[in-house]
């Protein structure tokens, strides 16, 4: 079964500074990844994913994640924290090889995100 | 376009009652889903559905139960509620079920069972 960790429920970090929301996965394929936002009484907003090709994925709000798949590691990273960005993080998982019942994704605990002026 | 559409927002009931959480979207997407959302436990799903008249349980499927009887909507339904039930949900969509697109969620109903 594929399943994703999210290893600091918190993460703390001052306005300019560079910010990383670790996610580590585990999946019987190679997986397609995402991140996903969610702000105070929203929804969850689609921030970037990952299918194939360079390991830097780009995203929406300046935010770009880093594929590793020798740690299985899909981080998300931001070379400067707004207060703005604080919020809560998902990372989600897809496995590519699996059958007609993983059409779904898996999503970890989630990081709570907060930019400190 | 409104996206996906959840009703109630907000919603309080008594253990025992049932009730209808409703999920619709206006943009032709295929495939539909629910999912729970608790502190510390991130999102689970329930229940999805990829088209019309198709559906299949989740990883959390027991106390309710959904059907797609069209494109646009899947209700997702609390037959006894239970205070374990109190949770805040998400209706999410795509436009495919085997495509790698990211999901539309819905601003979500706050469920609170006394």
């Known amino acids: 079964a594929q399943s994703v960790a999210q290893p600091e429920d918190q993460v703390n970090v001052a306005e300019g500074n560079p910010l990383t929301v670790k996610c580590t996965y585990s999946?019987?394929?190679?997986?397609?990844l995402f991140w996903y936002v969610q702000y105070p009484n929203r929804g969850l907003q689609f921030l970037l994913k990952y299918i194939t090709g360079d390991n830097l994925v780009k995203g929406s709000y300046g935010f770009e994640a880093e594929f590793n798949k020798s740690q299985t590691s899909f981080h998300l990273k931001k070379p400067s924290a707004l207060v703005s960005d604080s919020a809560l993080y998902f990372c989600a998982v897809r496995d590519r090889y699996s059958g007609a019942g993983s059409y779904q994704l898996t999503f970890g605990k989630g990081t709570k995100l907060s930019v400190i002026p | 376009n409104a996206g996906v559409t959840q009703t109630p927002k907000f919603q309080v009931l008594k253990t025992g009652q049932s009730m209808t959480l409703q999920c619709a979207q206006d943009m032709n997407h295929e495939y539909m889903s629910w999912y729970r959302q608790d502190p510390g436990m991130g999102l689970r799903l329930i229940h999805y559905?990829?088209?019309?008249?198709?559906?299949d349980q989740g990883e959390v499927p027991n106390g309710y139960n959904v059907s797609r009887s069209t494109t646009e909507d899947f209700p997702l339904r609390l037959l006894s509620a239970a205070p374990s039930q109190t949770s805040v949900y998400f209706c999410?969509?795509?436009?495919?079920?085997?495509?790698?697109?990211?999901?539309?969620f819905g601003q979500g109903t706050r469920l609170t069972v006394v």
């Open positions: 999946v019987s394929g190679n997986p397609y």
């Open positions: 559905s990829v088209g019309a008249g198709i559906t």
């Open positions: 999410a969509t795509k436009p495919r079920w085997e495509g790698v697109t990211e999901a539309f």
